[in-house]
């Protein structure tokens, strides 16, 4: 696994750095970015927060937007941003914004035209780590984090893949996606009609199976145009409250769905994770 | 002078807001962005630092990516951003990216087909601030600050009005316009080919030429891809430490030309303008 650093910018002490990497998995080139605290180093590496962007986004929103570095440096976490999908002319595509190519939802698709490509939750969960802890002075401590579609995939993979995340944070999750628009369209493309095929890559429904035994912790902001039509979070507390599960959603009177509220409290969920990734 | 609010998001706190207004300097439409501290009302009016940006940004780049409203926040002080440059079909412009629309340089052009737009000096110095004072609930005081073309504005600005300003900032400034590419250009093509006009948009011959009674700071990376050909802070320095006029200029090893450059040390800007603002 060969990677080509493509940018490198010193910021609060550490580096921002993007790497372009073909991906076995998707079966294309993908670009990633990583934040180094300044103190990283082979002889003291540092756990890893992976963040997963939403609709539209690449691994640039999260770093350029978010404010996160300043805590990150403090509290010695690398922070990695991934695309959001598969990439290329090769790669299957579609018009809308909520479909294809910035829009990969974090799963593996299984059906034409994109089951060729549209691997994310393996790229997430087995290929990029593999391929983080082999060139990073990181160890194998993670946990993650997300925005929307991401927020989704970070609870989804969280919740799936328990032994290997120490915790889960998301802003303004997909919290249901199997019953919301934007989900049923991505799922319906992706994982095709039958539905039992979508509950594994629902948040609500995996934490109404199963044990939940890491912290989860999520911010909704009740000025949202997405709220009540796309995210849902109450479903998602309805459950883990039916379950006893350690889930801490904070509603924010005023906020919406962007950067500008992510920038507001993500000194918060880092904290949070450091809290979990150093104990 | 009317304005018309096209967005409004609560960040940290505040609210981001973005407006758009006729401007009779400018002889256009244009926009720009106020950041308001938590506690700014009618009542408790709060002081304002005049953000300027550089070349090719409008009113949304500094917004986005400097990280400055946590700490703006807390000390207290409203943030406004104007555009760079006069906008719009009936602007003249220019293919290239350092010159015409988003590239206004902070001066009033006296050539055409420059002139009948290109205004941001009295635009910066006057109608914006009048119009922010008359709609906002903010103070008379203010200091100014910017990056790169925008910290030559600053640095303009803030020396040929010190009567209004009570600090200058700076990252990466054109320090010496009349003695780089960028500045020669855009000079020629605003002011015409009489350098003798230059001299009163040139920081280095404006500190060489007045006394400065306002403190001034200067952050620049050493990794600054335009520093020895565009940038030339050491000729402020020179000309400041010959003059004795308080100036800090603090270089930083590694670091670039980026915004991930201005969101590292852009904390210690709010604080400086703060300590100023408030004395």
């Known amino acids: 696994m060969t990677i080509e650093n493509i940018s490198q910018t010193k910021t609060f002490g550490g580096w921002h750095k993007q790497y372009v990497h073909t991906s076995n998995v998707l079966d294309c080139a993908m670009r990633f970015a990583i934040f180094l605290p300044p103190n990283a180093s082979k002889s003291q590496p540092v756990p890893v927060l992976y963040w997963l962007s939403g609709l539209t986004c690449t691994d640039e929103n999260f770093m350029q937007k978010a ?35 910035g829009a990969g939802f974090y799963v593996n698709a299984t059906q034409a035209p994109w089951a060729s490509h549209y691997q994310m939750y393996d790229y997430i969960t087995k290929e990029l780590p593999a391929l983080i802890e082999s060139h990073f002075p990181v160890t194998a401590v993670k946990s993650i984090a997300g925005h929307s579609m991401g927020g989704h995939g970070a609870l989804v993979i969280g919740l799936r893949n328990q032994e290997s995340y120490r915790a889960i944070s998301a802003f303004s999750p997909i919290s249901n996606p199997m019953n919301c628009p934007w989900g049923q369209k991505a799922f319906t493309a ?31 902001g009740d000025a949202d145009n997405f709220l009540a039509e796309q995210l849902k979070p109450e479903l998602l507390v309805s459950v883990a409250n039916k379950n006893n599960h350690e889930l801490n959603l904070r509603m924010h009177a005023g906020y919406d769905h962007s950067y500008y509220f992510i920038s507001s409290f993500i000194a918060d969920h880092l904290v949070f994770h450091a809290e979990n990734l150093y104990k």
């Open 67 to 101: 404010g996160a570095f300043r805590m990150a440096a403090e509290l010695n976490i690398a922070i990695v941003a991934p695309d959001t999908s598969p990439r290329g002319e090769g790669v299957a595509d579609d018009d809308a914004y909520d479909l294809g190519q």
């Open 190 to 220: 992706y994982l095709g009609s039958d539905k039992a095929n979508w509950r594994q890559y629902d948040a609500t429904v995996l934490l109404a199976e199963r044990d939940a035994n890491l912290p989860i912790l999520v911010d909704q």
